[in-house]
């Protein structure tokens, strides 16, 4: 089993910057790709971006240029850096961890970009 809780979520200006921690634990030795999810309202979940354990990213075409994401050794903390923040980048975020055999996900973390 692995444990994900999400932080750094907030409100925050157009053209603001916010990080997006997620701390993980449990067993992370089957972990092979993790990554960052949103939904805004009315709206599927979509991917954001997402890092392998070979550090190759992937970004939404959306976010590209503008969010970074990054991981520690051990896996068990993900990052997302968001700059230039936009009112369309409005929504809860997610951590999501991908093991050989099952999906994990954080609880979200609510971002609002809001004048």
């Known amino acids: 089993q692995v444990q994900l809780v999400e932080s750094g979520g907030g409100l925050v200006q157009p053209g603001g910057s916010l990080r997006l921690s997620c701390a993980a634990s449990g067993i992370l030795f089957s972990i092979h790709r993790m990554g960052w999810y949103r939904q805004a309202p009315g709206k599927q979940r979509e991917l954001v971006a997402d890092?392998?354990?070979?550090?190759?990213?992937t970004y939404a075409d959306s976010v590209k240029g503008r969010f970074t994401i990054a991981r520690n050794g051990a896996k068990n903390q993900l990052f997302l850096q968001m700059n230039s923040l936009k009112p369309e980048d409005t929504a809860v975020y997610y951590c999501n961890y991908k093991g050989l055999m099952a999906d994990y996900w954080g609880q979200g973390t609510q971002v609002t970009v809001s004048s």
């Open positions: 890092i392998s354990s070979g550090d190759i990213n």
